[in-house]
């Protein structure tokens, strides 16, 4: 008897007993008019209870959600059902993310059966923001050029971006679950890595520059901003770290690094060929007085073979002044014939090219072309030096040394092809090498600039550079330029 009347009193209660909810709670009669509505109700939707009587509950519903809404209400109608949705509700000049969830009940009144709904109705408005401020964050991530990543407390990965995948050249699996250090150079000490984790650990932002290691290992370089993850209660859960490429940075101090250097030559230069020169004048005054007083042809041969070595030397050493001296960057009409001859000149004097056979196939109808002077030169030189430097190698010692340079006019286009007999190139390494900072010479031996500049410059002429080789055969840079440049 206790039970029965305890189970009357549970579930024959009025309806004021929801007023302590904080969900909106509705009691909707079989058609969806509103018969009753909680204080929570009141409050969120801003709309008193005496004004929400007989009033249809659809009303509430903004019009994109009005449909959804009905369809799930009448399905829970026809089959005496519960059933759950999700809409959201007019509040003046705001709307109410909510869930919401029919439950019907079948009452008697006057002796007739008649079926009714209770509501609720779930604000998660809040719930939905973080969840679009997550989803903005997560297609900023996914889509940003600059490598993400997140890690747990204990430095696991746990999120990397599309960007991080790429600069690291691992895939997002064999990522997840490492550590850093997967893919670091080991160039730092113990105590470079303990200094940054005592700061993120105590809830600091700690940001350095840093030489990682991509699967394939070469170095890529970034400033890396790592950034603890705080709980409401100051606690670190994990950490989020952003890295942004300095690639660029780098190339620019190598560049200038390189600018100075140049600078020096030129200066050095200035000072050889003033004081190279001089004796040089003595010397050629000279071998002209004992010309004109000799009439022995042994010597008279002799003589004019110093004279001609004078003369060589003295235009070597204006040409590496002039070479040396900063570009003015002024277009001039110039014959590629003849850059291409005082290129080999300054090339062939040095020490490495002393068993190189130049050869020479130039096309002496080429037209002239508005481009500027020392840049070309320097393309060539680039070329050039590399290709004195792949026949220098010991592997290289037994073969024949060669470099043939040809020139000719094919469909309104100058092209231009050098072509060495040295160690040559493999082909997955093509689409590498007009990149900045690639070599696959030795520490000291090249900065990996050389035929990337050579590439900007042609490029900035309309022209193009590619590359064609065999493995211990050959290999063949093809420079076309077109005539209208």
């Not at 990543?149 to 690291?168: C, H, K, L």
């Not at 105590?191 to 030489?211: A, H, N, Q």
């Not at 070309?376 to 340079?405: C, G, H, R, W, Y």
């Amino acid at each position: 008897m206790l039970r029965k009347e305890l189970l009357e009193k549970t579930f024959k209660f009025d309806f004021d007993l929801f007023n302590s909810l904080q969900d909106m709670c509705f009691i909707l009669s079989d058609t969806g008019e509103i018969l009753d509505m909680n204080i929570s109700g009141a409050i969120k939707l801003e709309i008193p209870s005496e004004q929400v009587d007989g009033k249809q509950f659809f009303s509430l519903i903004e019009n994109d959600y009005i449909e959804p809404v009905k369809v799930t209400f009448n399905n829970c109608v026809k089959y005496n059902r519960s059933g759950n949705t999700y809409g959201k509700f007019r509040v003046s000049d705001r709307v109410l993310d909510a869930n919401i969830v029919f439950t019907p009940s079948q009452q008697s009144v006057n002796g007739e059966d008649k079926l009714f709904f209770f509501v609720i109705v779930h604000d998660v408005t809040e719930e939905k923001q973080r969840e679009m401020e997550l989803l903005r964050f997560y297609k900023v991530a996914e889509n940003t050029v600059n490598p993400l990543q997140i890690t747990d407390i204990n430095g696991r990965m746990i999120y990397v971006n599309p960007a991080f995948v790429e600069a690291s050249g691992y895939s997002r699996e064999e990522l997840l679950g490492r550590k850093p250090s997967l893919f670091g150079s080991g160039k730092y000490s113990k105590k470079f890595w303990k200094k940054m984790w005592d700061t993120i650990s105590s809830g600091k932002v700690w940001v350095g520059e840093i030489e990682n290691k991509r699967k394939n290992g070469e170095p890529f370089y970034t400033q890396l901003l790592i950034s603890p993850i705080v709980s409401p209660d100051g606690k670190v859960w994990g950490f989020f770290g952003i890295h942004r490429d300095l690639s660029e940075k780098r190339m620019l101090e190598q560049q200038l690094i390189h600018t100075q250097k140049m600078e020096s030559i030129g200066t050095l230069a200035a000072g050889i060929a003033h004081e190279v020169g001089n004796p040089l004048a003595s010397i050629s005054a000279l071998v002209q007085v004992v010309l004109r007083t000799t009439n022995d042809d042994f010597v008279k041969d002799r003589l004019g073979l110093v004279r001609s070595q004078v003369t060589r030397i003295s235009k070597i050493i204006r040409d590496l002044v002039d070479f040396s001296r900063p570009s003015d960057y002024e277009l001039q009409v110039i014959n590629l014939n003849e850059s291409i001859k005082e290129a080999v000149e300054i090339v062939r004097v040095g020490a490495r090219a002393k068993d190189i056979e130049f050869i020479l196939e130039l096309n002496n109808d080429m037209p002239l072309l508005p481009l500027i002077a020392d840049q070309v030169q320097q393309v060539f030189i680039n070329i050039l030096i590399n290709a004195v430097d792949s026949m220098t190698e010991p592997s290289q010692a037994t073969k024949k040394k060669q470099i043939k340079i040809q020139s000719h006019v094919e469909n309104e286009k100058i092209v231009l092809k050098f072509t060495d007999t040295g160690s040559g190139i493999e082909e997955k390494n093509f689409s590498k090498i007009f990149e900045p900072f690639y070599t696959t010479k030795k520490p000291g031996k090249g900065t990996g600039l050389g035929l990337w500049v050579s590439y900007g410059i042609i490029k900035s002429f309309q022209g193009n550079i590619e590359v064609e080789s065999t493995p211990g055969e050959y290999t063949t840079f093809i420079i076309t330029l077109p005539v209208n440049t």
